[in-house]
């Protein structure tokens, strides 16, 4: 079969998801989507076979990021299993948040609840002078991370820690995190896919989604120096709420930041007296 009408095929199948036929494509036969549209080639049996089984998972509801087992975000390839929450571009308004504040500062940034490091991982490699650290609870979570950090060749620290329970060691300029905020009881009313694939424990937030929240804002004094500043991804109606956490904890300069399709995406703050005062306004 030409590469073309199994293109035709596949998203026909896919329905709403047919966007996705090009990327399977592109992942069995190593072609770019521009290669095998350009230049259309028959498919080998064995192409097939495979393009077709993970067609019929990806119908079946399975995520295609969890089928390839690794997905892209801020350009750069990341692998995910079931450990970890896939990484979506929503979140890349944190990591150029960060990124615009830190620039080429030799700051050292905490980020909490890694999953498969993409936040951390994206900082460490676009500010070369920013020492990352990542912190997760599960080694699970973390071999993960730590594969990511190896495929795109960054150095950074990998620490197994329980905000909840335990205090990381030592002292950040900069703390980052996206966090679990989805409240306990609304976490398998979302999305299907979202409830029956990814991981529970990366979503729930707590009774009130705000639980992570809370419990930075109550280590601030413990792993944030005077000068630091506090970057972290929140939900859609959750900024009233982060604001009053934050204010309450010695933070200042809090500001709401908006994602590209205009949602409340990101929240920065200064602690005390920071040496970003300039960058924050």
């Given amino acids: ?16 998801n047919e966007h996705e036929a090009d990327w399977i494509i592109a992942h069995v036969t190593k072609m770019s989507q521009e290669e095998f549209i350009k230049n259309p080639r028959d498919i080998t049996e064995e192409e097939y076979n495979e393009i077709m089984e993970i067609t019929a998972r990806r119908s079946m ?3 295609l990021q969890y089928i390839l087992g690794e997905t892209e975000f801020m350009g750069l390839t990341f692998k995910v299993d079931d450990n970890v929450l896939i990484p979506r571009q929503d979140t890349e308004t944190l990591v150029e948040t960060v990124i615009k504040k830190i620039k080429d500062k030799n700051v050292r940034v ?6 498969s490091g993409c936040v951390g991982i994206s900082i460490a490699k676009l500010c070369p002078n920013a020492e990352v650290t990542m912190l997760d609870y599960s080694e699970a979570v973390l071999d993960v991370a730590e594969e990511n950090a ?9 620490i197994k820690c329980d905000i909840l329970e335990e205090i990381p060691e030592g002292k950040f300029d900069v703390i980052v995190s996206n966090p679990p905020y ?29 639980m992570f929240y809370q419990r930075i804002a109550e280590l601030a004094p413990e792993i944030m120096d005077d000068n630091s500043f506090l970057a972290v991804e929140i939900g859609y109606n959750q900024a009233e709420a982060v604001t009053e956490i934050l204010d309450e904890a010695e933070f200042s300069a809090i500001k ?24 924050i306004p």
């Avoid at 009313?189 to 409830?195: E, M």
């Fill in 1 to 16: 079969m030409v590469v073309g009408s199994l293109r035709a095929k596949l998203r026909k199948e896919l329905g709403d």
């Fill in 61 to 63: 509801g399975e995520p």
């Fill in 110 to 115: 905490l980020d909490i609840g890694t999953g």
């Fill in 150 to 158: 190896k495929l795109n060749d960054v150095n950074v620290n990998l």
């Fill in 182 to 210: 989805i409240e306990t009881d609304t976490i398998f009313s979302l999305d299907n896919i979202v409830a029956r694939y990814e991981p529970p424990e990366a979503l729930d937030g707590g009774f009130d989604g705000l």
């Fill in 256 to 279: 709401v930041i908006e994602d590209p399709c205009e949602n409340e995406r990101v929240i920065t703050a200064k602690y005390k007296s920071s040496l970003f005062s300039d960058l």
